[in-house]
């Protein structure tokens, strides 16, 4: 069963610093790795995602890896700003070809960017 | 264009009610997903819609059930509710419903079961 695991589970940092969120899963058979930004009590804006025959990914600040070998990616932000804070997830693509897959998330790492 | 749309935003409901809950795809996508996000959780995978056929049920029990329309658009339908079932529902859409599609996810509507 797959399982998908966000850490920190919060995390607090100063305007400017650069900063990783990580994530791991315990399947490597996955069809790609979504990650998603979520403001409070609000949906997904989805931010990067990486085919499972990619690396990487890069937009802008953002920029995430893929090991599926070792079931890790990593979000990296860099020059953090106030208006980055939100809960980020990552979300990996499995199951049955035909039934199109579905989404397993992660719990979420909370980032506080303080002015 | 429109992105994802889902209708109403907030619902409150008692136990043993029913609620019906709707998406609008984004023009051009073919395929609907449903999850629910109870918080301070990530979301879990309901169902997955594609040409109004169910392609794909979560570990939800038969209380759940929704459809796809010929325009695409797609209503959850959820008997009985339990105090359990609060929680914010998101619908994603994407074209073809390939595992390799991107889903876009709409605002979610918050269902407060009391």
């Known amino acids: 069963k797959q399982e998908v695991t966000q850490i920190p589970a919060a995390l607090s940092v100063p305007e400017g610093e650069n900063l990783v969120l990580n994530c791991s899963f315990t399947?490597?058979?996955?069809?790609?790795l979504q990650w998603f930004r979520q403001d409070p009590g609000k949906g997904l804006t989805s931010l990067l995602l990486i085919q499972s025959s990619q690396r990487e990914q890069t937009s802008g600040r953002l920029n995430a890896s893929l090991d599926k070998s070792s079931g890790r990616s990593t979000l990296y932000i860099a020059a953090s700003q106030p208006g980055d804070s939100a809960t980020y997830l990552c979300?990996?693509?499995?199951?049955?070809?035909?039934?199109?897959?579905?989404?397993?998330f992660g719990q979420g790492t909370e980032l506080s960017v303080k002015p | 264009d429109a992105g994802v749309t889902q209708s109403p935003t907030h619902l409150i409901k008692t136990r043993g009610q029913h609620v019906t809950l709707r998406c609008s795809p984004i023009s051009g996508h073919k395929s609907v997903s449903w999850y629910q996000q109870v918080l301070g959780q990530g979301p879990q995978f309901i169902f997955q819609y594609y040409e109004k056929e169910e392609r794909g049920r979560g570990n939800f029990p038969d209380r759940f059930s929704a459809r796809q329309f010929p325009n695409y658009s797609s209503e959850l339908n959820v008997n009985a509710l339990l105090l359990g079932d609060s929680a914010l529902y998101l619908c994603?859409?994407?074209?073809?419903?390939?595992?390799?599609?991107?889903?876009?996810f709409g605002p979610g509507t918050r269902l407060t079961v009391l």
């Open positions: 994603a859409s994407s074209l073809v419903g390939s595992p390799t599609d991107t889903q876009y």
């Open positions: 399947d490597s058979a996955i069809y790609n």
């Open positions: 979300a990996v693509r499995g199951g049955v070809w035909d039934q199109g897959g579905k989404l397993i």
